[in-house]
């Protein structure tokens, strides 16, 4: 397999996932990406993960946090949504770059280490059929398994369901977005045996207002669930 890789590698010299320079090993970003992703690490909020300016304290959580308390426990992000983190995201999702998966997933396994290590499942954020059909494929569901592959830990792709035909969200306000999703998602019969007392990682590419995870978070706490935390690659950072 190594004879393998090398020869591809010379047909096909590695490139930059987010700007096609070359590097040196397939699945990077080159030094000058690299340096503009804009991470998120500590200090940061512990429930939405916002990143502060100033280390504040351990424990502390954002006024965001404190004026509208989402419905899962927790928020961890790789990237905030701006710069190489934007690229790859709407790469892989309006693109069909499902070559970027593996590598986001890696990141992804890092930064939620913590929510991880305490999770007995995790569970990608569904699209709605029809959607999934246009689509042909869920981004969320991709990451949720690479994520799943790199820690060891469990992923259901098919528990969590999106019964209800959404508009986009983009565009629209926080509660317009709260509405939109109202009784959006529902738990298949297997999983509802299963979900008492599980605590859960939900996976999705992007945080936004935090709707969406909210609304899936909603589903699962009301099936049972002991605790919903959530990970996505990238988030958008409005101010903290």
């Not at 929510?115 to 869920?138: K, M, S, Y």
């Not at 969590?160 to 959006?184: C, F, H, M, S, Y």
């Amino acid at each position: 397999m190594r004879l393998v890789s090398l020869l591809l590698d010379r047909i096909y010299p590695p490139t930059c996932l987010a700007c096609r320079a070359g590097v040196e090993e397939a699945g990077r970003l080159c030094p000058a990406c690299w340096a503009a992703m804009p991470f998120i690490e500590r200090p940061f909020c512990e429930r939405l993960g916002l990143p502060f300016s100033q280390e504040l304290g351990p424990g502390l959580i954002s006024p965001a946090a404190e004026v509208n308390p989402p419905v899962f426990a927790r928020a961890r992000a790789v990237a905030r949504y701006d710069g190489p983190a934007r690229t790859l995201t709407r790469r892989l999702k309006y693109a069909d770059r499902l070559d970027l998966a593996p590598a986001m997933g890696r990141w992804m396994a890092r930064a939620g280490a913590e929510l991880i290590t305490e999770a007995d499942l995790i569970l990608p954020v569904p699209l709605h059929r029809g959607r999934l059909w246009r689509r042909r494929f869920n981004q969320a569901a991709l990451l949720a398994h690479h994520v799943a592959t790199h820690t060891g830990r469990p992923c259901e792709k098919g528990w969590l369901t999106r019964i209800k035909r959404t508009r986009p969200q983009v565009g629209l306000t926080r509660e317009e977005r709260a509405d939109n999703l109202q009784g959006a998602f529902h738990l298949s019969p297997e999983a509802a045996g299963q979900i008492a007392g599980a605590r859960l990682l939900l996976v999705d590419d992007v945080l936004t207002t935090g709707a969406t995870l909210n609304a899936c978070a909603r589903a699962l706490m009301k099936a049972g669930a002991a605790r919903v935390d959530a990970l996505t690659f990238a988030r958008v950072v409005s101010g903290v």
